[in-house]
């Protein structure tokens, strides 16, 4: 025993020298790992309110995120969370979550909607929204797959004005009935 | 330095039967390549052990853990108040952790650490490691809290760690007449979830409101103030629970009577209840002090703010409650994410590689109806050595409550995803 704890003084006295050295600055894992204890393992989504980033557009993100900190979108703690990043640091975690692979998530769909949203998303959305969803034009947001609650809310959230439209996509979405636009989530949400 | 047997043993809170009386356990699984042991399956232990796996698959990685499965604290408040029916939601296995990542799990309780032969004992043998992670949580200051005992403790409950405790401070509740007084008492800060006591005290006034609208609670909070999110409990407490809730700030119970199911406040006022929980002061679990790794507080572990390495014994990182992590508080959200910065390291010094500078987030939403939940959120850089909140980002809810009702939708799936990716 007595050897033992002769042992623990010694190493109290030897502090870590690795401690010393100069570390490099945050990478993109170490930035985007912290985003997953919410969005899930790199960028897969389980919340169903929360949205995947994984296989997300880049652009698409790195909006999102700018707009966040600006505050011109609102998001509950989105926006306190965008303002601790750089523009550089936003590129590097938009850039990270763009490369995961896709998440394919397990929903319970209405099959209905997702056929009746098939047959409208080609000529309603598909100049943007392009591969049934699973990419996106510039810095359109990929769909497929995507948690339906959470673009659910999404869509009210344009519909009500609190989230600003784009202008083409207003124009698509205006005339239409929230019957279809429910469809269209529907399908891309279903899509794998 | 020398230390008797039977003062060493009480130091670890091994049991003396339990261990053979000379010399060391039986080596349980010898080590051949580069092994990493982590101690604690819980917020922190488990996503050390994934990340490190997900980052090289060449380390083998050994987690210790003394359960065979684990119980959530986030959410634990919302079963004490009768909004969740059914603990299961917020139970974890690790079956799915040691299937999909290689990580070895253990069911054992760690009972020595020897950082210069880099070996822990367990209850079921020795296991050798190259660098040791360590997120035992927290354990209770029980000398600052006189007469709370382990048979006190089934009569006022804790809940301060989830589980049978929880259970038990539930049945108290709905057992009790309506007309009856609930007493909490909250330790001074640091302690594990600064916002905890008073999600806690909301959601127990709830269930007090709806079901036995006669009572009340009275919480005796050891601190000045509300210590997180204080001007938006204080709202949410008076808009829904005038009356009901009696908060009394600058209160440090020092001992209890569980016979008189009374606490003395200084050791002077006696307050009694029908339900008393006691929310003792904490440390870093017991295996951190044991092993000293605390440092001159003697109650909490400081770290390297890069690797999360114990600054009092080389090879030994510390994360979740039990380090000092700077403007990082005790949550669980900080421990996932300090347990991500720790892998990184860890994995890095292994291979002789550069370390990587800490970013890190905490996200913690508290309920304060079955309906309405605020938040905080804060992003963590390092300057000059210490965790720091990156300056203008951050902060709580907004002071209108005009997002409580989506915090609390998203409050759920912020715990969906985080189990989650401590699970699988
Ligand atoms: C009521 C309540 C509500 C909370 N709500 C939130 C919330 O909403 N959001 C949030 O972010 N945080 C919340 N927290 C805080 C959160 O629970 C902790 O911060 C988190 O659990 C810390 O993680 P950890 O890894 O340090 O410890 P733990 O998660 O407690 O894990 C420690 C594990 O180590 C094991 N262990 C300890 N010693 C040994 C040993 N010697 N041998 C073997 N195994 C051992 C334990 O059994 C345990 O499983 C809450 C806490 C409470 C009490």
């Not at chain 1, 609650?149 to 124009?171: C, F, I, N, T, V």
């Not at chain 2, 001074?188 to 959601?203: D, F, I, Q």
């Not at chain 2, 269930?207 to 949410?236: A, E």
């Amino acid at each position: 025993m007595t050897m033992k704890w002769r042992g623990w003084v010694l190493a109290t006295g030897a502090l870590a020298i690795s401690a010393l050295a100069q570390a490099a600055p945050p990478s993109p894992a170490m930035l985007s790992n912290a985003c997953a204890g919410c969005h899930g393992t790199n960028g897969g989504s389980y919340g169903p309110t929360m949205p995947s980033l994984a296989n997300q557009s880049k652009e698409a993100i790195e909006v999102a995120m700018k707009k966040f900190k600006s505050g011109e979108r609102s998001g509950s703690i989105m926006g306190r969370l965008a303002k601790g990043y750089s523009d550089a640091e936003i590129t590097a975690m938009a850039e990270f979550f763009s490369k995961q692979k896709l998440h394919p998530t397990t929903q319970t769909l209405d099959k209905a909607k997702i056929a009746k949203g098939a047959s409208l998303q080609e000529a309603n959305c598909g100049r943007c929204h392009i591969e049934d969803g699973k990419e996106g034009k510039d810095d359109t947001p990929a769909m497929a797959s995507q948690w339906l609650p959470y673009m659910q809310m999404q869509m009210a959230d344009y519909l009500s004005g609190k989230r600003k439209m784009p202008e083409k996509m207003k124009e698509k979405v205006d005339p239409m009935s929230k019957e279809d636009l429910d469809a269209l989530l529907h399908f891309y949400a279903s899509v794998k | 330095m020398t230390l008797d047997r039977r003062s060493f043993l009480k130091l670890v809170g091994a049991s003396a039967a339990g261990l053979p009386l000379i010399g060391r356990a039986a080596e349980l699984m010898p080590k051949s390549g580069k092994r990493v042991v982590v101690i604690g399956g819980g917020y922190g232990g488990t996503i050390a052990a994934k990340y490190i796996r997900m980052a090289d698959k060449s380390i083998e990685v050994v987690m210790i853990e003394r359960n065979d499965h684990f119980v959530s604290c986030p959410f634990s408040n919302l079963y004490i108040g009768g909004v969740i029916t059914d603990l299961n939601t917020l139970t974890i296995k690790y079956d799915k952790l040691a299937a999909n990542h290689g990580v070895k799990v253990v069911q054992a309780e760690v009972t020595a650490i020897d950082p210069v032969a880099k070996v822990v004992t367990t209850s079921k043998g020795t296991i050798t490691y190259d660098r040791l992670v360590v997120s035992p949580g927290i354990d209770f200051r029980l000398d600052e809290m006189k007469g709370y005992d382990a048979a006190a403790m089934e009569k006022m409950p804790h809940a301060w760690k989830a589980g049978p405790q929880t259970v038990l401070l539930r049945k108290q509740l709905v057992d009790m007449k309506d007309g009856g007084t609930v007493v909490m008492t909250v330790p001074l800060a640091p302690y594990r979830c600064p916002p905890g006591p008073y999600e806690r005290a909301s959601m127990i006034a709830h269930y007090l409101k709806k079901n036995k609208p006669k009572s009340k609670i009275v919480v005796l909070d050891g601190n000045p103030d509300i210590t997180s999110k204080g001007p938006l409990f204080k709202k949410g407490w008076k808009d829904n629970y005038e009356g009901i809730i009696d908060y009394r700030p600058a209160k440090k119970v020092t001992e209890v009577d569980a016979k008189a199911m009374a606490v003395m406040v200084e050791g002077l006022e006696e307050v009694k209840g029908d339900v008393i929980n006691v929310i003792p002061p904490q440390r870093a679990g017991q295996i951190a002090v044991a092993a000293g790794l605390v440092g001159d507080d003697k109650n909490w572990c400081p770290v390297n703010a890069t690797t999360f390495e114990s600054t009092k014994q080389a090879g030994i990182h510390v994360i979740g409650d039990a380090c000092v992590a700077g403007a990082m508080p005790k949550s669980g959200y900080s421990a996932n994410s300090e347990a991500k910065i720790c892998a990184t390291n860890v994995v890095a010094l292994l291979n002789g590689k550069e370390t990587t500078e800490l970013s890190g987030i905490n996200t913690c939403y508290s309920y304060i109806t079955d309906k309405d939940a605020i938040s905080v959120a804060g992003v963590y850089t390092v300057k000059e050595g210490k965790i720091i909140a990156v300056p203008n980002s951050g902060g709580v809810s907004p002071a209108d409550f005009s997002a409580t009702k989506i915090e609390a939708i998203y409050a759920e799936s912020w715990l969906k995803n985080i189990l989650t990716e401590m699970s699988t």
